[in-house]
């Protein structure tokens, strides 16, 4: 009995500190709000969004966090909301990757099969370093066939630089990539720069078509 009692503290206790060496790239208390505002031009916001952190839970040997996303339209009405999950197993932290179909601006999900492949953070981001590709794919399973893909490539840490917004100034790291989106046959393609910051996550955002040309900024406003 007292070996098992053993073994069950030391289980707890590898648990505790897997869950202690995450590095989290978005809030972990309960409640927290995140809000973000985008623009295509400097001062004029089109629309926002907020995330809200909904469950925690670090009972199976990783930290996971339930994420509420709602997404609200240039007069502050609401127009699409999904719930996603982030989570770290004490080396490397994910974000699933459904967070992405709030800017997909998809009301209808049910009659779509999602797969995908998720973005992943390493405990530590240091410039120079290579992080690996990420992905969505939606799927009508109806007689009507769709399909919608958006396909994250090349991303890499840029440098280490302090992000000022409305919300404040945060440490992050500037991370860049390229998309690839697919709507049947349309195809899109654009270079994305984004900047995190531990225990904050995304604070600013900005994309540019191919030609190089910034067309939306997305940054964090309120942090509560």
């Not at 060496?21 to 972990?28: A, G, N, R």
């Not at 720069?193 to 540019?208: C, D, F, H, K, Q």
């Given at each position: 009995m007292k070996r098992i009692t053993i073994f069950f503290a030391l289980t707890a206790l590898a648990v505790a500190v897997s869950a202690q060496?995450?590095?989290?790239?978005?809030?972990?208390k309960t409640g927290t709000e995140l809000v973000y505002s985008y623009y295509s031009k400097p001062g004029k916001i089109e629309s926002s969004?907020?995330?809200?952190?909904?469950?925690?839970?670090?009972?199976?040997?990783?930290?996971?966090?339930?994420?509420?996303?709602?997404?609200?339209?240039?007069?502050g009405e609401s127009v699409f909301k999904i719930n996603y999950s982030v989570w770290c197993d004490g080396r490397t932290f994910y974000v699933d990757m459904k967070s992405m179909l709030s800017?997909?601006?998809l009301k209808e999900l049910s009659e779509f099969k999602?797969?995908?492949?998720?973005?992943?953070f390493p405990a530590k981001?240091?410039?120079?370093?290579?992080?690996?590709?990420?992905?969505?794919?939606?799927?009508?399973?109806?007689?009507?066939?769709?399909?919608?893909s958006s396909n994250i490539t090349d991303r890499k840490v840029e440098a280490?630089?302090?992000?000022?917004?409305?919300?404040?100034?945060?440490?992050?790291?500037?991370?860049?990539?390229?998309?690839?989106?697919?709507v049947s046959i349309v195809k899109t393609e654009s270079h994305i720069?984004?900047?995190?910051?531990?225990?904050?996550?995304?604070?600013?955002?900005?994309?540019?078509n191919k030609k190089g040309k910034l067309t939306g900024?997305?940054?964090?406003?309120?942090?509560?």
């Open positions: 060496d995450c590095t989290l790239y978005f809030p972990s969004s907020k995330q809200t952190i909904i469950g925690k839970d670090d009972s199976s040997g990783k930290l996971k966090l339930d994420i509420s996303s709602e997404s609200f339209d240039e007069k800017s997909m601006n999602i797969e995908t492949n998720d973005m992943q981001l240091t410039p120079g370093q290579q992080l690996k590709d990420a992905s969505i794919t939606l799927k009508t399973e109806s007689s009507v066939t769709m399909s919608i280490l630089e302090k992000v000022t917004t409305p919300a404040g100034t945060f440490d992050c790291a500037k991370i860049s990539y390229n998309v690839m989106a697919k720069i984004e900047w995190y910051a531990p225990n904050v996550g995304l604070v600013r955002s900005e994309t540019y900024i997305n940054e964090l406003t309120s942090l509560n």
